[in-house]
């Protein structure tokens, strides 16, 4: 939108983006292998210092990706666009708290059936603000990792839940 701005701040997990705009913050990229390649995925938009708000979401994100279980389910959204069965499933997942996993089909059950649980995958694939609406907290059935779209793929979502502190098939994740 026109009146978008953009943020890049340092993570533990390198330098992510978020884009506000007048009602709320409409998006969150997590790091792209580098913080030029972050700014690039969103264009032409302008960097811009966050007012209040904005900055307390950059501290919370910062604060829960070096491992503080800040809950983020505060943070307004601006999801004008995002269809409402995929707003459903972003406001089912912003109830998981951190070092906690729900599974789709957990979801699914939620919404109407364990039958929407490929639905509720391609909600979360398509999701507009990772961490806040937090996708790398929703398992494959049986507690396997599934699927990740960011950068990094899998890899990207274990490091975030071993940060978390929580647990994929029953096992700890460790990374450096």
């Not at 996708?135 to 699927?147: D, E, F, S, Y």
Request: glycine share 14%; proline share 7%.
């Amino acid at each position: 939108m026109a009146n978008d701005q953009l943020v890049i701040f340092d993570t533990s997990i390198g330098a992510c983006g978020l884009v506000w705009g007048p009602r709320g913050i409409r998006g969150v990229q997590l790091p792209m292998g580098s913080e030029e390649k972050t700014r690039q995925r969103y264009g032409e938009l302008v960097e811009a210092l966050a007012p209040d708000e904005v900055q307390r979401a950059v501290s919370k994100i910062t604060g829960l990706l070096a491992g503080e279980p800040n809950d983020l389910s505060e943070v307004v959204l601006d999801l004008e666009g995002v269809p409402d069965f995929n707003r459903r499933v972003y406001d089912i997942a912003r109830t998981i708290p951190p070092g906690k996993t729900m599974t789709y089909g957990d979801i699914a059950k939620k919404l109407g059936g364990i039958a929407l649980s490929r639905d509720v995958g391609q909600a979360l694939g398509r999701n507009p603000c990772p961490i806040v609406v937090p996708c790398h907290r929703v398992l494959a059935a049986g507690g396997k990792p599934g699927g990740f779209s960011a950068n990094g793929g899998v890899v990207t979502k274990l490091k975030m839940l071993a940060i978390e502190g929580a647990y994929v098939n029953h096992t700890p994740m460790l990374f450096d």
